[in-house]
C-alpha cells in the first residue's frame, strides 16, 4: 500500500496517487488537524494504482491529514492548503 500527494502546499486541488498490490477494499479518508473527517474520497475494491483529485476550494486553509486504509495497513500523509 502506497501513498503520494502533490503539490505540497496545495491552492485548492491535490492530487492524491494511491496503490495496492493486491485486490483489497481501499479507504481514502482526509481529517483536518483536529482529526475530524472531512471526506471519504474513495471506497472501493481495487488493485493496482489510481489517481485521486481532491477539491479542497470550500475548506478553511491549514493543515490535513490523508488517510489510506485497507484490512491490513494504514498509510497517512499530512499536506498543507494554502490560498
Known sequence: ???????????Q???????????EIV??????FMG???ALLFNDLMEGS???QWNASGLPVGSYF???STA????????IHAK
Open 27 to 32: 479507504q481514502v479518508r482526509v481529517f483536518d
Open 66 to 68: 490523508i488517510r489510506v
Open 13 to 23: 486541488s491535490l492530487t492524491i496517487q494511491i496503490a495496492s498490490p493486491k485486490e
Open 72 to 79: 491490513s495497513k494504514t498509510v497517512t500523509q499530512s499536506v
Open 1 to 11: 500500500l502506497s501513498l503520494n500527494c502533490y503539490p505540497v502546499p496545495f491552492d
Open 50 to 52: 489510481r489517481s485521486i
Open 36 to 38: 475530524r473527517e472531512v
